[in-house]
């Protein structure tokens, strides 16, 4: 059974089809990549799996339960975890301090503004801290962190929250080629323990860190598999490779 499966998802918003009873599904512990040009739906699917919008029609399972249209905390507490695009964290607390708000969070304790943290906790903190590379910087303000740096420590974030499916929308979006190469080591780290779903469009990026690759079109999917078979694909060469889809 999948981690995740959409089913006949279809969202329609003005009489437009955005997601065209569209199915989808990821495994448990799989890292894959979703494709697509602009207007594609991709965004649009992550959203409706997180509970930022209700879908029309269909429904979405994860891990054997219906979540279709639940809000957004209870899919978090559900075990899914997004990160956007543009990195979302708390900019008056430090990096150690963000970190550790979404590792209490977790466990449900809400007590992070006493910071009273086991050393257990802490420990794991500084590990995660280590994991993506910040912990020079832990006690250093979010608002002094590099455009990089921010979205390293969001995936941070992410990983304290431990979540059984992670979502990546775009992390390498504004990002120096170094800062993308970091980027590509780090999630191929995090899918060695997590489920990974990664929304990207620099093809140059998912070729080193891809396995199997979901491309959408018009709000369905246009064609799926390891990523050397796909990019092979005559309707993907056209709708998406050939229009600026290889960065």
């Known amino acids: 059974m999948p981690l995740l499966e959409v089913k006949s998802l279809t969202t329609v918003v003005s009489g437009y089809r955005i997601l065209n009873n569209l199915d ?7 890292l894959r990549v979703l494709l697509g040009p602009n ?3 991709k965004t649009t699917l992550i959203a409706m799996i997180t509970g930022q919008f209700k879908p029309t029609s269909g429904r979405i399972l994860f891990n054997g339960q ?3 249209g639940r809000a957004p905390d209870e899919i978090f507490l559900a075990g899914i975890s997004r990160k956007f695009q543009v990195p979302n964290m708390y900019e008056t607390l430090s990096v150690y301090d963000n970190v550790m708000v979404s590792l209490l969070t ?3 304790v809400f007590r992070y503004m006493f910071k009273r943290v086991t050393p ?5 903190i500084w590990e995660i801290l280590e994991f993506v590379d910040l912990a020079d910087k832990a006690n250093d303000p979010v608002d002094t962190l590099s455009h990089g740096e921010r979205q390293w420590l969001e995936m941070g ?3 304290a929250s431990n979540p059984k499916l992670m979502l ?8 120096t080629e170094e800062g993308k190469r970091r980027t590509a080591d780090l999630i191929r780290r995090i899918a060695r323990n997590h489920t990974v779903l990664l929304v990207e469009h620099d093809m140059h990026l998912v070729r080193q860190i891809a396995d199997k690759v979901t491309v959408m079109h018009q709000g369905q999917v246009l064609a799926e598999g390891p990523l050397a078979e796909v990019v092979q694909n005559d309707q993907v060469k056209a709708v998406y490779l ?3 889809g290889a960065h």
């Open 120 to 124: 257990e906790e802490n420990d794991r």
């Open 168 to 175: 990546l929308d775009e992390p390498t979006t504004g990002m």
């Open 66 to 68: 219906d979540i279709t």
């Open 242 to 244: 050939g229009k600026g």
């Open 39 to 41: 207007g594609a739906g």
């Open 24 to 30: 989808f599904s990821v495994e448990e512990n799989e």
């Open 106 to 108: 977790e466990r449900k």
């Open 157 to 159: 974030m992410l990983i």
